[in-house]
């Protein structure tokens, strides 16, 4: 099974909109169909979604636009919220669920998590599910046991086919944001774990298209490690997405 690797850029609480407009235009400037077996995905913040997927539709982009978090609500009383339908409707194909920043300062858990995945899917919308141990349960040597919960409970319902469509991101903690990334073969490991979860839970046939990503510190400088990795189908960039240049060629490694 050949799955299309992705690249997909988490801007996290970067770019005012005249800042994430001139960075979606250079992201589309710099693609050129060397790229098109890759997928290419930017994550601006919410009140970014409307100019720059504006700009992709106006330059008729292969790149797809995620965001960074839904509430699992279709509409109602809930100050702030986002729902699954208004992302849909602005053009989101993707969104990033349960990165460990929401986990750790917006107090997102497994079981919140597994309800927005429902609510995107019921949305037509797909999850990038984000998953990874701190640095004390790593040295504990708990990683995997730890890993394979959180994916347990974020799958929590799902069907076989859904599972088959999902992306899922493990970014270890201690490597986000510090310039220290796990080893490939470390990281490759986590993510055969994950794979090997899903086909537990549902079938090999679902664990082989899954897409697994990696992030943490990916950057154009270490990313050739990464690739020949048989379980990592690409990379969720946080620091390096937020450079025209510096994603493009995250993607071309992946081309
Ligand atoms: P960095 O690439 O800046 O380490 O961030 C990774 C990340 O958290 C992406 O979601």
């Not at 899917?121 to 040295?139: K, M, Q, S, W, Y």
């Amino acid at each position: 099974m050949t799955r299309i690797p992705m690249i997909a850029g988490n801007w996290k609480m970067n770019k005012t909109t005249s800042e994430a407009v001139s960075l979606s235009q250079d992201i589309s400037y710099g693609y050129d169909s060397s790229l098109d077996d890759v997928e290419l995905v930017i994550c601006p913040p919410f009140i970014d979604l409307k100019s720059v997927s504006t700009v992709l539709s106006f330059d008729k982009s292969r790149i797809a636009l995620g965001a960074q978090d839904v509430f699992w609500e279709r509409s109602g009383a809930f100050t702030g919220e986002i729902s699954p339908g208004m992302l849909k409707e602005v053009g989101c194909r993707y969104c990033i669920i349960g990165h460990s920043e929401r986990r750790e300062h917006f107090f997102e858990t497994n079981e919140t998590v597994n309800l927005k995945v429902h609510a995107l899917l019921n949305e037509g919308i797909t999850p990038i599910i984000c998953c990874g141990e701190d640095l004390a349960t790593r040295e504990a040597g708990e990683t995997l046991p730890f890993v394979i919960s959180q994916i347990k409970a974020a799958l929590e319902g799902l069907n076989e086919k859904q599972a088959a469509d999902l992306v899922i991101a493990y970014e270890p903690i201690w490597a986000i944001g510090t310039g220290r990334t796990a080893t490939p073969e470390a990281a490759d490991e986590v993510c055969a774990a994950i794979r090997q979860t899903v086909g537990d839970l549902f079938s090999d046939s679902a664990a082989q298209s899954l897409r697994v990503l990696y992030g943490g510190s990916m950057k154009p400088e270490n990313v050739s490690l990464f690739v020949p990795m048989p379980n990592i189908d690409g990379g969720l960039i946080g620091g390096a997405a937020l450079e025209a240049r510096s994603f493009i060629d995250l993607a071309k490694a992946f081309a």
